[in-house]
C-alpha cells in the first residue's frame, strides 16, 4: 500500500470515531457525565466526521478513475449498486424492522412509507449517508468535468468559488423555501423538499471535489501538508475556538442547548471552515507520522464501513441493556458508552467480514461484496 493511502486509510478511521462521537452526543446529558464541554466535543465538534467521508469517497473514485481513462458509466454504476444499494436495502430493512418494534406488522406493512424511508435514507438516521453517496455515483460525470475544468484553470479560486457557492446553496435552502399552494396535499413532494439535504448530493460538493483533487495531485497535495503542517495546526486551532465561541454566542442568545447543534452543522460557513481545519491538520499529521504503524486506527479503517452500519444498534442497546446488569443508565459515563459501542461494533464488523470470506451470499448482502 503506497504512503497516501495509508494516510487516506487512516483518516477513515479519525473520521469513523468522529461518526460515533456524533451520534453518542445525544446521550451525554442523560449520562453520568453531564458536562457540557463533552456535549460540545461530541455535538460540534466531532461534526468533520460526515464531510470527511465524502472527502474521501472523491479521493478513492478519482484514484481509481483518473480523467484520462474512461469512466464505462454503466459498468461503473452496476458495481457502484453492488458495493451500496444492496447493503443499504439490506440494513434499511433491519433497523426499520428493530426500530419500529413492537408494533411492525410485515404482513401488513405500509409499503408507501417504507419506500420513502429508503428514497430518503430515514430508516435510521444513519444510512442518508449512502443515500447521498448513491446520488454522487449517478452524477459522476458532472463532477468528473468539473473537476477538469478546475484542474485546468485556477484550482484554488475554483475550490473558493465551490465552497461559496455550497454555503450560499445551503443558507438559500434554508432560509427561502416557500411552497406554492398547488403543493398544498402532495405528501411527497413535499417531503421531497422537506428532506432536500438527505439525498442531494450538492450539499457536500466542495468536499467531494476536494478529495478528487487531491486524488489527481496526490504528490503535491502530500508536499503541502509535508510543508505547512504548523499552519494546518493553527488552521485547526482556529477553527475549532470559532466552533465553540460560536456556541456560546447561541447559548448567550437562549438558544436551548439541544438545538444550538442544529445551527452548527458541517453545512454552515463555521461548519465547512472547521471540516476543511481538521481535512487538513488531520492529513498533515499522518503525512509526518507516514511509516509508523497505527494498528488500531488502520483497522478501523479497514472496518470502517460495517462499523458505520452497525453501530447504531449498539449504541441504542447498550443504553438500553446496561440496566439489566445493576447499571442504570443515569450511572454511566459517556466515555464507557462510547467504549463499549465502538468495541461491540468494532467485533462485529470483524466477525461479519470473516463471515463474508466464508459465506458470499452474506458478504453480497451484508458488504455489497
Given amino acids: 500500500m503506497s504512503a497516501r493511502n495509508e494516510v487516506i486509510d487512516n483518516l477513515r478511521g479519525l473520521a469513523m470515531l468522529g461518526v460515533i462521537g456524533i451520534h453518542a452526543g445525544s446521550y451525554v446529558l442523560d449520562s453520568s457525565t453531564p458536562w457540557v464541554s463533552l456535549f460540545v466535543l461530541c455535538e460540534v465538534l466531532s461534526r468533520y466526521a460526515v464531510p470527511a467521508f465524502f472527502f474521501i469517497s472523491g479521493y478513492g473514485l478519482f484514484l481509481q478513475h483518473p480523467l484520462e481513462r474512461p469512466l464505462g458509466y454503466g459498468r461503473f454504476l452496476a458495481r457502484r449498486a453492488r458495493s451500496v444499494i ?22 401488513h406493512l405500509d409499503w408507501e412509507k417504507f419506500g420513502a424511508a429508503l428514497f430518503f435514507g430515514d430508516a435510521s438516521y444513519h444510512l442518508y449517508f449512502l443515500v447521498i453517496l ?21 484550482l484554488w479560486l475554483g475550490l473558493g468559488v465551490l465552497a461559496a457557492l455550497q454555503i450560499k446553496l445551503y443558507l438559500w435552502s434554508d432560509t427561502f423555501w416557500t411552497y406554492p399552494g398547488w403543493l398544498k396535499g402532495h405528501t411527497f413532494l413535499l417531503r421531497l423538499l422537506d428532506e432536500r439535504i438527505n439525498y442531494l448530493p450538492f450539499f457536500y460538493a466542495f468536499v467531494f471535489v476536494a478529495g478528487a483533487l487531491a486524488a489527481l ?83 478501523l479503517s479497514k472496518h470502517s464501513y460495517i462499523i458505520y452500519l452497525v453501530h447504531p444498534f449498539f449504541l441504542d442497546g447498550i443504553a438500553n441493556w446496561l440496566p439489566y446488569f445493576g447499571m442504570p443508565y443515569r450511572t454511566v459515563p459517556l466515555v464507557l458508552h462510547y467504549g463499549l459501542v465502538l468495541l461491540c461494533s468494532w ?4 466477525a461479519i467480514t470473516r463471515l463474508a470470506r466464508k459465506v458470499r451470499m452474506a458478504g453480497l448482502l451484508l458488504m455489497g461484496k
Avoid at 237 to 249: D, K, N, T
Avoid at 347 to 350: E, M, W
Wanted: aromatic letters at 20%; glycine letters at 4%.
Fill in 217 to 299: 495531485h496526490t504528490d503535491k497535495f502530500r508536499e503541502v501538508l509535508r510543508r505547512h503542517f504548523g499552519a494546518c495546526l493553527v488552521l485547526f486551532a482556529v477553527a475549532a475556538a470559532v466552533m465553540v465561541r460560536s456556541f456560546q454566542m447561541y447559548a448567550d442568545q437562549g438558544v436551548k442547548l439541544l438545538q444550538i447543534p442544529e445551527n452548527l452543522t458541517q453545512l454552515t460557513w463555521q461548519g465547512l471552515l472547521y471540516t476543511v481545519a481538521c481535512l487538513a491538520f488531520f492529513s498533515a499529521f499522518l503525512v509526518k507520522r507516514q511509516g509508523h504503524h497505527f494498528n488500531i486506527l488502520g483497522s
Fill in 134 to 154: 448513491w446520488w454522487f455515483y449517478v452524477t459522476l460525470p458532472l463532477w468528473r468535468w468539473l473537476v477538469a475544468f478546475l484542474s485546468r484553470h485556477n
Fill in 347 to 350: 467485533l462485529t464488523s470483524i
Fill in 86 to 107: 444492496v447493503p443499504y436495502l439490506v440494513w434499511s430493512a433491519f433497523y426499520f424492522y428493530i426500530w419500529n418494534l413492537p408494533s411492525l406488522d410485515w404482513l
